[in-house]
């Protein structure tokens, strides 16, 4: 009896070791999946021993991170990126205007055509640049500079046409609608009549 407890001792030792072993070899990855024993099973297993869950379930809350202050500061900057962007291509067309010059041409003429276009553009479709910054908390003094850009930009353009002289601005411009004057009197070879 001594030999046959003993032998089943060491048997379920060799066996123990061998299980250390296997496990051993497993690589992190590799579930157990057995409904037995083993520590990790157990702790993804559900108040039955039946459920298994899913490996990256967690039954702790996680906080809400929808709102947090690097979002906001993120909002702030892409609203003032918008509210800015009509400010930030009036250098770039008081260049251009230079370099076209003030004579009529093609070249001129369609430079003057997409600076006024743009800005009218985006004056009509303010309505819907108003509902992206609505996110922001200065979304009032952003869309004042937004629509200040923008006006900032026509009148560019329109000084543009008065400098090429496309806009009437100048009396010999209206002498269609000027009236011929009254003669006063009439003279002819020397007599007055």
């Known amino acids: 009896m001594a030999t046959a407890s003993g032998g089943g001792g060491g048997g379920a ?3 123990m070791a061998a299980s250390l072993s296997n496990r051993a070899r497993r690589h992190k990855w590799a579930l157990e999946l057995a409904q037995g024993g083993g520590g990790r099973s157990r702790e993804r297993q559900g108040g039955q021993g039946e459920v298994v869950y899913p490996v990256g379930y967690s039954d702790r809350q996680l906080p809400d991170t929808s709102v947090q202050e690097t979002d906001r500061i993120l909002v702030e900057k892409r609203c003032w990126d918008v509210a800015l962007g009509p400010l930030k291509q009036v250098p770039m067309n008081l260049f251009i205007m230079y370099m076209a010059g003030n004579t009529i041409s093609i070249f001129p003429i369609m430079m003057v055509c997409m600076m006024a276009w743009r800005p009218l553009q985006a004056l009509l479709a303010i309505s819907g640049t108003f509902k992206l910054l609505e996110s922001s908390s200065q979304q009032w ?3 004042l500079v937004y629509l200040i850009g923008n006006l ?3 009148a560019l353009a329109i000084y ?3 400098a090429m002289g496309l806009l009437p601005t100048h009396a010999s411009d209206w002498l269609a ?3 011929t004057p009254q003669r006063v009197e009439y003279a002819g070879g020397g007599l007055l009549l």
């Open 177 to 179: 609608f000027v009236e």
């Open 152 to 154: 900032l930009g026509l």
């Open 160 to 162: 543009k046409c008065q």
């Open 141 to 143: 003094l952003q869309g």
């Open 13 to 15: 030792a060799a066996g």
